[in-house]
């Protein structure tokens, strides 16, 4: 026998629901945010660093072209978080997506837009991502280069 309580618990939602498709929505939006938030940490850091190496050149100062790890190593560890969170709502998102297609999907997963999947692993996988290491580790390169070529007079 079930009671009126038990109906209104276990009420299925389709993929069609405006609740539905605004909860997916909302999981677009973090995700594009988080890629907005890692495109801006390059963005940040190669101006950055050219103007503390134009600057160390400028004054003939080699200490300041040390300087230019600092903004690298902080710019790449935020980089390789917004990644990690971007993959993270990602795994939420596609778990969403999979309750919705074997409709599962109930009200009390609506708004829930929790991140999921392994943060050790995803961790891994952002710090080791091409989209990450090759931009930061070309940038310590061209701080190699400019020191070499400005300060080390053979």
Excluded at 57 to 79: A, F, R, S
Excluded at 82 to 106: D, P, V, W
Excluded at 122 to 147: D, E, I, N
């Amino acid at each position: 026998m079930t009671t009126q309580d038990d109906s209104k618990t276990e009420e299925f939602l389709i993929h069609s629901d405006s609740a539905v498709i605004k909860t997916m929505e909302m999981y677009q939006a973090i995700i594009t945010r988080m890629a907005g938030n890692s495109a801006a940490c390059k963005q940040w850091c190669i101006p950055l660093v050219t103007a503390i190496l134009v600057f160390a050149v400028k004054e003939n100062t080699d200490q300041l072209i040390w300087l230019t790890v600092i903004p690298v190593l902080i710019c790449y560890c935020l980089d390789v978080y917004y990644l990690m969170l971007e993959n993270r709502f990602r795994e939420g998102f596609n778990q969403a997506a999979s309750k919705i297609a074997q409709q599962t999907f109930t009200r009390a997963d609506l708004f829930k837009l929790s991140p999921a999947g392994c943060k050790c692993q995803l961790w891994f996988k952002a710090f080791t991502s091409l989209a990450t290491w090759p931009v930061y580790l070309g940038l310590l390169a061209l701080v190699l280069v400019a020191y070499k070529l400005a300060f080390c007079h053979a």
